[in-house]
């Protein structure tokens, strides 16, 4: 047994080996592996062990890429085989709409450089002829993807990992982790105690109970997960591919000459919620034919020959999953060198190899290494670590994996987690909610007679024309939206100035009253954050930001905040609803419930003011995330309600509207302004956003990222955001579609939206050339996007597509 190591990696599957594996090919030898049991005994050793390759996000994609090609490299620096085998996968469409997801999905996988062809059903047959095609629409072919052997490919990065210099000790279990002064100063094990300043928690699904000790909140919670494997049968033979039937719930692959079929039942079993058994090492749960038979179903359908195949095995393993499908990475917010990789629902094989080595370099450099926004624990806020919600949620989030992406999509299960107060309100008054880190969000109001309910499409769903007179509704007269969701931090203190100004790109350093809309950005140069800064008063500040970051902003902040900075940061998101008021007649109906002077020079844009509003105090700031006229007025919850009735009875003549957020954002696309987490993400600085307006290099002192930025400024820009607008009205793109110039893949859509002024649809997203990206790349490109296979030509240009003042078209 060590007393003292460098990094103490918890749990030996897969992810932790690849985590220690990695630690050690940076160079780290004092690396040491801790496994309660025995190396790849709790999930990773009854994988089934399909890797495929395509994920939603380009970097989560490129983590898979990397997978790839380790595993197919591994046996000849080990010695150790991984059993990958470049078989190929199949996936297949039973409906229209699932072959658009598969020629959407396919287009993705040009823009990220995957080899993928649409195919007919004959070619299909022809890649998979065990399979029955008569119901089939077409199928994706995906020839670069494979399968692999977990529990070798555990023992060939354990192996390597020794090579490194690291410890892999079984049997001995990790039973607590030392905290001084917020970071790791040691763990607790079974065989007595080790100093370190990290750890690496890879507890699989009972990381989620392990964290809790040390007030990490991991929100994940196992499920059972089921395959059946055959006997040999006639006519399979290894390098059959991989085959998806998401339309059955189902996978099928190759397994000693017979088949190993199993899937992703729509409600699955939630397990081990109170706890997971001591010693459950090469454990596997019952059989439950029950639950299976839909799968059974489903493959007896598409497979005939699994009619008269003996069944060998019924594996019944637990997983676990996350509230979002996405596993969970980075470094705990909640205590300094506390990292986590863990909740891979269901896809830990084939990210392993990319997420391991990613965590290696996070822990090795003292940052992410690439956005890796989608799979970071600070998505999370610690009331998504509450038991009764994971169960519920999980049970859906399984069944997730193949059903039909389409855009919009909502969850079922674990919602009303937080509501504003306006809640029931615009309950009555139709609203359809969506949420977003908890929240309840009004994302379109029905009309009478229709159901509030989304009826998903790839095209035009059925809300379209209600976004739309919300939208024009914002343009033409005046339109309420619910924003309470914002993340609202305050921060205090004498050193209130001082610490913001070198955290924001902008000058921060402005009048009490005054609104500064600014980035947060890394060393890099690329957005932390997005955000408006209001000057309350000399020593404090009012931050906002999206729904999504508040746990995200909180950390950056006090992270980098110098030690003994004289300030408080505080979470006030719960404090204060946000009603906003946007359009020409804001001010028209604002002025109906004030006496406060609204007019131009009494109070410009980007101010802001207490004021009276009907018969409550609310805080006004005038800006908007429209284009247009407005204020979002911040009323302390117990009055919000009173003033968004008073802010009704004097504006329902106005031409008053409820507005919800898919009006927001066609709004938002066609101003083109840019959304953190899509447009603006850690990779993106703000010369390649347009943002430039938004930075200032001179301010005395400086700010974080601002060497970055010089030294980019002086160089050719070989990426820029651009926007579009779509020439066909019918097009509907939603995000991720390819951008082609002149017939080449020069980028990816961020948003895209349908822009109810211009009637058309409008998309922003990076254009990449290293010939240099200008005003005149832009204008001399003939552009196009891939939308679901079709290429729609597209008006690009680097300027916002719709000019409100101007009231014209401009690109
Ligand atoms: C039936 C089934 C089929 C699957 N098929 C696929 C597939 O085809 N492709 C794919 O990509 N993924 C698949 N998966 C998912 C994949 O198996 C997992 O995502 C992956 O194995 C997770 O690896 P891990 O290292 O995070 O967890 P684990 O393998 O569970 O490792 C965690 C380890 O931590 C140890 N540990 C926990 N607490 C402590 C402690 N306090 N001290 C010391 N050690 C501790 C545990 O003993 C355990 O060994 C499948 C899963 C199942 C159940």
Redesign the pocket.
């Known amino acids: 047994m060590v007393d003292q190591a460098r990094a103490v990696v918890?749990?030996?599957?897969?992810?932790?080996?690849?985590v220690a594996y990695h630690l050690t090919q940076l160079g780290w030898r004092d690396v040491v592996l801790?496994?309660?049991?025995?190396?790849?005994?709790?999930?990773?050793?009854?994988?089934?062990?399909?890797?495929?390759q395509l994920r939603s996000s380009s970097n989560l994609t490129r983590l898979i890429r990397y997978s790839v090609d380790l595993y197919s490299r591994l046996e000849a620096e080990t010695g150790q085989s991984t059993g990958w085998k470049r078989c190929g996968s199949v996936s297949v469409a039973r409906t229209v709409e699932r072959m658009v997801q598969l020629k959407r999905n396919a287009a993705v996988a040009m823009a990220y450089d995957i080899e993928a062809h649409v195919i007919d059903v004959d070619e299909a047959a022809r890649h998979y002829p065990a399979m029955r095609t008569e119901d089939l629409v077409g199928a994706v072919w995906i020839p670069g993807d494979g399968?692999a052997n977990?529990a070798d490919i555990?023992q060939a990065l354990a192996r390597g990992a020794r090579a490194g210099g690291a410890r892999l000790l079984e049997g001995?279990?990790?039973?607590g982790v030392n905290i001084v002064r917020g970071a790791v100063a040691g763990v607790q094990?079974s065989n007595g105690p080790i100093a370190t300043e990290i750890v690496v928690n890879?507890?699989?699904?009972?990381?989620r109970e392990?964290g809790r000790l040390s007030g990490v909140t991991i929100p994940l919670h196992a499920c059972?997960?089921?395959?059946i494997v055959t006997q040999p049968i006639a006519g399979i033979a290894p390098d059959l591919p991989v085959l998806r039937d998401p339309d059955g719930h189902i996978?099928v692959?190759e397994e000693v000459g017979g088949l190993l079929m199993?899937g992703f039942d729509p409600w699955a079993k939630p397990w081990g919620t109170e706890r997971i058994p001591d010693g459950?090492?090469f454990q596997t749960l019952k059989e439950d034919w029950g639950k299976f038979e839909i799968l059974m179903t489903n493959a007896l359908e598409r497979l005939p020959a699994l009619e008269t195949a003996e069944v060998r095995t019924f594996?019944?393993?637990?997983?676990?999953f996350t509230p979002d499908n996405y596993?969970i990475m980075g470094e705990a917010p909640e205590v300094r060198r506390y990292y986590v990789?863990?909740?891979?629902?269901?896809?830990?094989?084939?990210?392993?190899g990319g997420a391991g080595r990613a965590l290696a370099e996070w822990i090795v450099g003292d940052r992410p290494p690439m956005d890796l926004w989608p799979a970071d624990i600070r998505r999370f806020a610690p009331l998504h670590g509450n038991r009764r919600f994971l169960r519920e949620r999980v049970s859906e989030i399984v069944g997730v994996h193949y059903n039909i992406a389409f855009p919009n999509r909502e969850l079922q299960s674990g919602r009303g987690l937080r509501r504003s107060p306006l809640h029931d309100r615009l309950r009555q008054r139709r609203a359809s909610f969506g949420a977003k880190m908890g929240w309840e969000r009004a994302n379109w109001f029905a009309p009478e007679g229709v159901e509030p309910e989304p009826v998903y499409s790839f095209g035009r769903q059925n809300w379209f024309p209600y976004a739309a007179a919300e939208h024009r509704a914002v343009r033409e007269a005046v339109a309420i939206f619910d924003q309470t969701s914002f993340s609202k931090l305050l921060l205090q203190g004498p050193d209130a100035e001082a610490v913001l100004q070198q955290l924001c790109a902008n000058d921060v350093a402005v009048p009490p009253g005054r609104i500064v809309y600014t980035g947060m950005l890394n060393d890099r140069g690329g957005y932390e954050s997005d955000l408006t800064v209001t000057r309350l008063r000399e020593d404090a500040y009012l931050i906002v930001t999206g729904s999504a970051q508040s746990t995200r902003d909180l950390d950056w902040i006090r992270r980098q905040t110098p030690a003994g900075a004289r300030v408080t940061l505080t979470d006030v998101t719960g404090a204060h609803a946000v009603l906003g008021l946007m359009g020409p007649r804001s001010r028209e109906l604002l002025a109906r419930v004030t006496d406060a002077d609204l007019a131009n020079a009494a109070f410009p844009f980007a101010t802001s003011c207490e004021i009276p509003v009907g018969r409550a105090v609310a805080r006004a700031s005038r800006i908007t995330y429209v284009g247009e006229l407005g204020w979002e007025l911040y009323v302390p919850v117990e009055q919000a309600a009173g003033v968004y009735d008073d802010l009704w009875q004097a504006g329902a003549a106005l031409g008053l509207r409820d507005g919800g957020y898919y009006a927001i954002d066609s709004l938002r696309m066609e101003k083109a302004y840019r959304a953190w987490g899509r447009e603006l993400t850690p990779d993106d600085t703000p010369w390649e956003a347009g943002l430039g307006f938004a930075v200032r290099l001179d301010k005395p002192g400086g700010f974080l990222g601002r060497e970055a930025l010089l030294q980019q400024r002086d160089q050719r820009s070989t990426k820029r955001l651009v926007t579009f607008v779509l020439e066909e009205a019918q097009a509907m793109p939603w995000g991720d579609e390819p951008i082609l110039r002149d017939g080449r893949v020069v980028g990816t859509v961020t948003s895209a939206a349908f822009g109810h002024t211009l009637g058309r649809a409008v998309a922003m997203g990076y254009v990449r050339d290293e010939a240099g990206v200008d005003d005149r790349y832009v204008s001399a490109g003939a552009f196009a996007l891939d939308v679901g296979g079709e290429r729609v030509a597209a008006r690009a240009s680097l300027a916002a597509p719709y000019d409100p003042r101007a009231a014209r078209v401009k690109s």
């Open positions: 918890i749990g030996g599957g897969i992810v932790g080996t690849s801790l496994e309660q049991g025995s190396l790849s005994g709790g999930t990773t050793w009854h994988a089934a062990g399909l890797v495929g399968k977990p555990t001995v279990a990790v039973t094990t890879c507890a699989g699904m009972w990381a392990f059972e997960h089921m395959y996978y692959k199993g459950f090492s594996l019944n393993g637990p997983e676990s596993f990789g863990a909740g891979f629902c269901s896809g830990g094989i084939a990210a392993a």
